[in-house]
């Protein structure tokens, strides 16, 4: 069943200065998989992020990504392998067209070699993929520029410029944060779809009432270590979990 | 109540129609569409032909100023991806003296050396700035200031390529229309070249650069690799003028990584307006004759020089490109704010 694991995380821990963000985490996420990671605030869920694509060198422990070690690779070389993630803080090109955006994930050698692909075409592909991730096709939005989008429309330029990529692992940070409630319930079925088309998915997210929701698997962590590690129902009842979220007896 | 009034900025009419099939309809909208290109085309390329009206002194000043052009076109290429460069003297000063080696050594014809000195010099600087490519802002800025100062006092202190003295009685250039009409030419391909380039898909990716490296990261491209790439495009533009100059004055010495080819462009940059192409090329071609112009002020004029800028500057922040653009494309009307 080894095949079957796209990546696996080996004690993977990170310190910045005397604060211990991730203290030897270790799990691994099969094919076709939805794992959910959650955690209190500051527990450590972005800086994992950053450890598994690149962004943040592990102190120790090792990253493997379809059997190959990733540790300590750059960023673009861990996406160009096909490990795509969503930035909490949304990242887009404010002065560009929501469209333009994704022309640069496009321009990639990867996606060229997926694709091929010239001027113009590309900016094809562009809008349907807007399209997929929720933008009115036949309406201006896709048109418009960035800095006028709403943020829910943001959070899901940041999505379409991950499958801009066609990854095979997409890690989505927070994607649901400062979304309403409205948004959040037309994003959803997006990424069940695409989960359901075999994608592989890392959620980290707050709203736990979405995220038991479609994830198959959750991770829980707390002050950087992993707490809880199982099915949605599982974590839930887990005391250490409770204690987390809730503070343990003793402490109250 | 006075009545108070509120500016506001439309698009004309004319602006809207150009942008589709409607741009073909009449002789006033091509010719709005191509004045802004031809304009600048025609007077550049008739510059060299006013000999007998300027006399040879203003061309030859006309020849400078492209070279200024061409490092304020560089600095604005370099600028775009994100890359404040304060050292266009060290594309400058390698194009220079790569030109000045091969011409003194081997005595290679100027249609060699030129060609060489422009992909050698651009080459050398590429490889020479590769480890601070991951700097940004101000620290790049730095290190691009020092690296021409620090090449300066290698050459003088180990006395290659002439030491103190410089390269001296190179070769010439066959006359002064190949002179004028190579510089223009080289400022217009690049100013048209560079347009294009940033319009075009991997402009996008330059640009994306500078606004959110992090953002192209984990789009998959190697941000250094294009980072590499525009200074190596930038420092083709700034190592011809090196190298052009160089069998202009026959000669090359320790002046080619002076500070004025870093200042000169960084400022008709910023007076132009930066982010163009064509701003920064406008200011090089108001700065350097205006500088030469007030050259009747003896020692003053350095002051004139510096007031001049100051009150551009203040007066038109945004630089003197993108006011005149706006003005072509929109006009201002007073509101009465209710």
Same mark, same amino acid.
Not at chain 1, 98 to 120: E, T
Not at chain 1, 187 to 200: D, M, S, V, Y
Not at chain 2, 208 to 228: E, P, T
């Given at each position: ?252 | ?59 030859? =000043?006309? %020849?400078?100023?492209?070279? &200024?052009? *061409? ?10 991806? $994100? /890359? @404040? ?96 009409? =190579?510089? %223009?030419?080289?400022?217009? &391909?690049? *100013? ?10 991997? $402009? /996008? @990716? ?96 350095? =002051? ?5 800028? &100051? ?28």
């Amino acid at each position: 069943m080894e095949d079957q694991i796209i990546l696996k995380v080996e004690a993977v821990s990170k310190s910045f200065g005397g604060l211990l963000a991730v203290d030897k985490v270790s799990f691994h996420v099969e094919k076709g998989e939805l794992l959910g990671i959650i955690g209190p605030n500051g527990s450590g869920k972005t800086t994992l992020v950053n450890l598994i694509t690149g962004f943040v060198r592990p102190d120790s422990g090792k990253v493997f990504f379809r059997g190959s070690d990733i540790t300590g690779k750059k960023p673009y070389s861990v996406a160009a392998l096909g490990v795509a993630r969503t930035f909490q803080m949304v990242k887009p090109f404010y002065q560009l067209p929501a469209f333009k955006n994704l022309i640069i994930p496009l321009y990639s050698p990867r996606v060229k070699k997926l694709r091929g692909g010239k001027y113009g075409e590309r900016d094809d592909v562009a809008i349907d993929l807007l399209e997929e991730v929720g933008f009115e096709r036949d309406s201006f939005v896709p048109y418009k520029v960035a800095s006028s989008l709403p943020h829910g429309y943001l959070k899901r330029l940041e999505l379409a410029r991950c499958l801009a990529l066609r990854s095979e692992l997409l890690i989505l940070d927070e994607l649901f944060s400062g979304m309403s409630m409205s948004e959040v319930a037309s994003t959803l079925p997006i990424i069940e779809r695409l989960n359901g088309e075999g994608l592989t998915i890392i959620m980290v997210e707050h709203r736990l009432r979405e995220l038991f929701r479609v994830a198959d698997r959750v991770l829980a962590l707390n002050f950087g270590s992993k707490i809880a590690d199982g099915s949605a129902h599982e974590v839930m009842e887990s005391e250490a979990v409770k204690a987390a979220y809730l503070g343990s007896e003793a402490e109250s | 109540m006075a009545v108070r009034y509120r500016k506001e900025r439309l698009d004309r009419g004319i602006k809207a129609r150009c942008e589709d099939m409607f741009a073909l309809s009449s002789y006033r909208e091509m010719l709005y569409l191509s004045l802004p290109r031809v304009l600048p085309v025609a007077l550049l390329l008739t510059l060299p032909l006013l000999k007998g009206v300027v006399g040879l002194y203003w061309e030859k =000043v006309l %020849v400078i100023t492209c070279a &200024i052009a *061409l490092l304020a076109l560089s600095w604005d290429l370099m600028a775009s991806v $994100g /890359l @404040v460069c304060l050292g266009q003297a060290l594309f400058f000063g390698s194009g220079a003296y790569l030109t000045g080696f091969l011409n003194h050594s081997f005595n290679l014809p100027y249609f060699l050396t030129i060609p060489c000195g422009t992909v050698g010099g651009a080459l050398f600087c590429t490889f020479l700035l590769l480890p601070v490519l991951r700097l940004r802002g101000v620290y790049f800025a730095i290190v691009t200031l020092t690296l021409p100062l620090l090449l300066t006092r290698f050459i003088e202190a180990s006395k290659i390529l002439g030491g103190n003295e410089g390269l001296s009685s190179l070769s010439p250039l066959p006359n002064i229309w190949f002179e004028c009409y =190579v510089a %223009v030419l080289a400022v217009l &391909i690049c *100013l048209f070249g560079f347009r294009r380039l940033i319009n075009e898909d991997y $402009g /996008l @990716v330059l640009q994306g650069i500078r606004d959110n490296d992090l953002a192209v990261m984990s789009g998959a491209i190697n941000i250094y690799r294009f980072k590499a790439q525009a200074v190596f495009i930038a420092g083709l533009a700034g190592a011809f003028a090196g190298a052009f100059m160089t069998h202009y004055y026959q000669f090359v010495g320790m002046p080619a990584f002076a500070l004025d080819y870093s200042i000169l462009p960084l400022t008709s940059a910023v007076l132009g307006g930066a982010g163009t192409f064509a701003g920064p090329a406008v200011g090089a071609f108001i700065l350097v004759p205006l500088s030469e112009a007030l050259r009747a002020f003896g020692t003053l004029r350095v =002051v004139f020089y510096s007031a001049i800028l &100051i009150v551009c500057v203040v007066g038109l922040p945004e630089g003197i490109f993108h006011y005149i653009q706006r003005k072509y494309h929109q006009f201002e009307r007073l509101v009465e704010v209710r």
